[in-house]
């Protein structure tokens, strides 16, 4: 949660001091002692058993003091349970202020009463105290914003000439809005997780009766009397058990017979919180054209500042350091991308194997033979050895040639000069007579041709898958036709 602290000075109506008459606020004139104060002002008490009770919300407290060479001891108690028990006395000096007297932290974030006691043996004193505060969740950003009493979102009421300016160095950016007019009131709208109301306390001042959402509380004007004063810049109101939504808060002067009539209001500071991984949700801050302050605040004093300029609440070392790392990683990334493109680009590449040149392998030799043998080799001296089917695939058996042709014994010696045994005048004895006579002729016209062996044929390669049939033809003739005889 964001965490920050408030200042409540000894003249705050948020300190209740008893007994009546127990408690003094000495004037700044009266010593330089009580001009080193905080604030110009302190309360004092030598009564025994006499308190001062601080309410208030948040998770701490310390409580401030000065120590004098003739004062007495106290104790502090939390919630009605004892946690400091000291000793005011200063045995070194006269006098020191601004001395811490106690403290309590740890403390639940909520509603809390400490309350500070005179003990006995001499006087002591109280100067301011210090609370520790929360809002919002774990992971939240604080952001503090400061309507000053001219900011226009501050609405008077009944109207803006029952109220007042003054205007002084003291006040918060030089100027305080005042009446004395009864049931005079001052009101903001605001969005904000806690708020926080400051003004002057003096004397002559009112009862003041302040409503948030409803919810009301009357303070007794004069810090319940005890202001010998005036007393600029004092915490009137605190409360942060708000949720970050819209509110208004209202400022009523509640008039007696046994107060002052005036009521005053100098500032009213809101405390609103963001998320830190909500970086486009930027913090809730109103414009003003009386200068409002807002700043960020996670921890120290909380108090009006009299600057007149309202700077954002989101840090801006925080998104110098968001761009700067942002830049860092791209500039690493792109260095990175362009040694890996120019990587790939330099490296050898591989031809690669385009499945579309991948085709079945094909038979060295043309498949329109029907046999193959070896070169330089004849018919009859060789075999034929079957082609493998180098593709793998099965081929059509080539075509088978014509057989041969052949005649009859009979007829055989006819194969040479057909012209002349188709003749019948011819005599078988080969005479020419008569053209008959070449029928009886028996003798041979040529010398017989000597016949080679027959060479074995081989069976057919059927198994090779050319499927040629190869049919065995008859025989050549033994004899060859008679010789033809001439006559002389």
């Known amino acids: ?38 604030g110009r002002s302190l309360h004092t008490t030598s009564a025994q058993g006499a308190t001062a009770t601080i309410n208030f919300n948040g998770t701490g407290i310390s409580i401030f003091g000065g120590r004098r060479s003739n004062y007495g001891t106290f104790t502090i108690a939390v919630d009605g349970q004892t946690f400091t028990r000291g000793d005011a006395r200063n045995t070194e000096q006269e006098f020191s202020v601004n001395q811490l007297l106690g403290s309590a932290s740890g403390l639940i974030n909520g509603p809390h009463s400490a309350v500070l006691s005179n003990t006995g043996g001499g006087p002591i004193d109280i100067d301011w105290v210090d609370v520790t505060s929360q809002v919002g969740s774990p992971t939240s950003k604080l952001s503090v914003t400061t309507f000053d009493d001219t900011d226009a979102s501050v609405q008077y009421s009944p109207s803006t000439s029952a109220w007042g300016i003054n205007t002084n160095q003291a006040f918060v950016n030089n100027t305080l809005h005042f009446t004395s007019t009864p049931g005079a009131s ?49 915490l009137l109101y605190y409360e942060n058990n708000l949720v970050s939504a819209p509110h208004v808060i ?76 942002g830049a860092v990683v791209l500039i690493l990334l792109l260095i990175y991308v362009f040694f890996v493109f120019r990587r790939r680009r330099n490296r050898p590449r591989t031809p690669g194997i385009d499945k579309r040149d991948i085709r079945p392998q094909l038979s060295p030799k043309t498949p329109d033979l029907p046999m193959q043998g070896e070169s330089m080799m004849e018919a009859g001296f060789s075999r034929v050895t079957p082609i493998a089917n180098v593709s793998g695939y099965p081929s059509p ?42 029928l009886r002729s028996s003798t041979a016209l040529v010398p017989p041709v000597p016949r080679s062996p027959a060479s074995p044929r081989l069976a057919s390669p059927r198994g090779s898958g050319l499927m040629m049939n190869v049919t065995r033809g008859p025989r050549r003739p033994s004899r060859r036709p008679p010789p033809l005889e001439f006559e002389q």
Do not use: C
């Open 186 to 234: 001052a009101s903001l709208s605001f969005v904000g997780d806690a708020v926080a109301v400051y003004g002057t306390m003096a004397p002559d001042h009112a009862n003041v009766q302040i409503m948030v959402d409803g919810r009301s509380r009357i303070f007794t004007g004069g810090a319940n009397g005890f202001v010998s004063g005036l007393r600029p810049q004092v």
């Open 397 to 438: 058996a080539p075509p088978a040639p014509p057989a041969p042709v052949f005649r009859s014994d009979s007829i055989a010696r006819h194969s040479i000069a057909p012209s002349y045994y188709s003749d019948p005048s011819y005599a078988s004895d080969g005479g020419v007579q008569s053209r008959t006579s070449s």
């Open 250 to 325: 209202t400022m009523t002067s509640v008039a007696q017979e046994t107060t002052g009539a005036f009521m005053d209001i100098d500032a009213i500071t809101v405390y609103s919180t963001n998320t830190v991984s909500d970086p486009d949700n930027p913090s809730s801050t109103s414009g003003s054209s009386g200068g409002s302050n807002s700043g960020d605040s996670t921890s120290g004093e909380s108090k009006p500042s009299p600057a007149a300029s309202r700077t954002s609440g989101t840090s801006k070392s925080a998104i110098i350091g968001g761009a700067v790392a």
């Open 1 to 38: 949660m964001a965490s920050f602290n408030l200042k409540i000075e000894d003249s705050s109506p948020l300190i209740s001091y008893a007994p009546d008459g127990a408690w003094t606020d000495p004037p700044s004139t009266d010593s330089p002692v009580v001009a080193s104060y905080s």
